[in-house]
């Protein structure tokens, strides 16, 4: 590392940009490596999309210094790319706080900054609409009302996170407006909708579901066959058995991942929990 500190400043932005991305594309699929410290130390580079790139590979980071690193940042960061990357970072915090895996009271800091940052009105819908987002994991006071807003709010974008922040907050309240959205107009409104469909395990989603395997943009279909994998029930499993004959390899495949997904959770319930004897 005091290496690399040394050579990594003279390095031409593009080319701090491109080797950040493809550190970040690295550990996404290999879990083998660790760039950890790499991204730590570019969370203070110059460029503004370095620094947001080394907040996405901290993403399996969960030491409670990086919260505050990323606090730092969502106040004084003067990127909105950064702010917004940092209040998405947040957001799995967020969850350890309400698993009670984080100290309460950085739990506690990180909701208040999130809310602060939600009813700043002079901050960017970029960053407000991930701090809705981070901030869905907590079931505190008022939480429900700030989902509520953001998706009456008039921008698209906001409403698109809400509804990504019904799916978030694990409350099948939400179900009717969500299962509304699976025929938006719009292809992200119908994407989010059917996977906050499969994260709430909404049932009475599936025949919607069923209908977007056939939707136009290749992202909804397989977000409708993923959720359907999630629900599961006799109509989930034959529209996905009738998935996995299909022509089309994509749709077969993403099929294929979400049968064996419905079928390891149904085996999950068949293991008995003690023996017959006991």
């Known amino acids: 590392m005091e290496l690399f500190a040394r050579r990594w400043p003279p390095i031409g932005v593009a080319r701090r940009r491109q080797i950040t991305r493809t550190l970040v594309e690295i550990a996404e699929a290999n879990f083998e490596v660790d760039f950890s410290n790499i991204f730590r130390f570019a969370l203070q580079d110059?460029?503004?999309?370095?620094?947001?790139?080394?907040?996405?590979?901290?993403?399996?980071?969960?030491?409670?210094?990086?919260?505050?690193?990323?606090?730092?940042?969502?106040?004084?960061?003067?990127?909105?790319?950064?702010?917004?990357?940092?209040?998405?970072?947040?957001?799995?915090?967020?969850?350890?706080?309400e698993l009670e895996e984080l100290e309460e009271k950085l739990g506690r800091r990180i909701v208040k900054a999130l809310r602060q940052v939600i009813e700043d009105r002079h901050e960017a819908l970029e960053v407000r609409r991930r701090a809705v987002e981070a901030i869905s994991f907590s079931a505190e006071e008022g939480i429900k009302e700030i989902i509520q807003e953001a998706y009456r709010h008039p921008a698209e974008k906001m409403r698109i996170s809400a509804i990504f922040s019904m799916g978030r907050s694990a409350d099948p309240d939400w179900g009717p407006a969500i299962i509304i959205e699976l025929d938006n107009a719009n292809p992200e409104v119908r994407f989010e909708a059917a996977r906050a469909c499969g994260e709430l395990e909404l049932k009475e989603a599936v025949p919607g579901l069923v209908r977007l395997i056939l939707d136009f943009d290749r992202e909804v279909q397989q977000a409708a066959i993923y959720a359907l994998g999630r629900i599961g029930g006799q109509e989930a499993r034959r529209a996905l058995q009738l998935c996995c004959e299909s022509d089309d390899e994509v749709i077969a495949a993403t099929a294929d991942e979400a049968l064996d997904e419905l079928e390891f959770a149904s085996g999950i319930f068949d293991i008995p929990l003690w023996e017959e004897e006991d």
């Open 46 to 97: 110059e460029d503004e999309e370095v620094r947001a790139h080394a907040i996405d590979g901290l993403w399996e980071d969960e030491n409670p210094t990086l919260a505050d690193s990323l606090l730092e940042m969502l106040s004084t960061d003067p990127s909105i790319m950064v702010r917004a990357c940092a209040a998405t970072g947040l957001g799995r915090f967020v969850l350890e706080a």
